[in-house]
Structures are given as C-alpha cells and as structure tokens.
C-alpha cells in the first residue's frame, strides 16, 4: 500500500498536519501567561482548535487507507476515529476558540478558558 503515491501523498499532508500540531502545542506550553496572558489565551486557544480538526483529518484519512476493516470494533483506528470526533466539540468548542482567537486579534477583550 505504501508504494502507491496517493498515500505517500496522505501521508505526507498527516504528518505536516501532526508537526504543526505539535508546534502550537509546543508554543502554547512555551508562552508566559503571567508575562503575556493575552498570548498565551491566543497560543493555548488556537492549539486546541487546531489540534482538535486535526485529528479529526488525519484519523479520517487513515481510515481512508484502512477502508472496511478500519471500522471494526477491534481495530484501534475506530477507537481513535472515535476519541479524534469528540475533540472539536470538547469545551472550550472549536467554535468558541475561533471566536476567541478572532476577538483578540481585533484587539478585542475575550477569554475562553480562565488560566488560573
């Protein structure tokens, strides 16, 4: 399966998906909230948001390449499938975060989730 280049192709968008991902997580953890709360509202918000649809993206295409047997209860790629669609809506929602991000970035006051 991997000899064919629509999925090194897929793979390819995972994993640039997955690093970027990992860079915003990285920024969020790495951003002082008590120096910078605003940036760290911004860095923690847009890592939720995009973390979440990436998994999402990337549990679909590797559903994709599974085909049928990716939807068996014993395969651990269900499972996944299944944790990744709960990610958008957890609280803060996707929406919510964007909403946020969006605030902040006009220059406008807004918190999603209250860093304590």
Request: hydrophobic share 40%.
């Amino acid at each position: 399966m991997v000899q064919y280049p629509s999925v090194q192709r897929s793979i390819g968008e995972m994993s640039v998906a997955i690093q970027s991902g990992r860079l915003l997580l990285i920024d969020a953890a790495l951003t002082d909230r008590d120096e910078d709360p605003i940036a760290s509202v911004l860095a923690v918000n847009r890592a939720k948001q995009y973390c979440a649809e990436v998994g999402v993206s990337v549990t679909d295409a590797a559903m994709r390449m599974a085909g049928g047997g990716g939807l068996l209860k014993s395969s651990p790629l269900e499972r996944l499938r299944r944790d990744a669609l709960s990610g958008p809506v957890m609280p803060p929602a996707n929406d919510r975060c964007l909403e946020t991000i969006g605030k902040l970035e006009c220059g406008l006051p807004a918190v999603t989730v209250e860093l304590t």
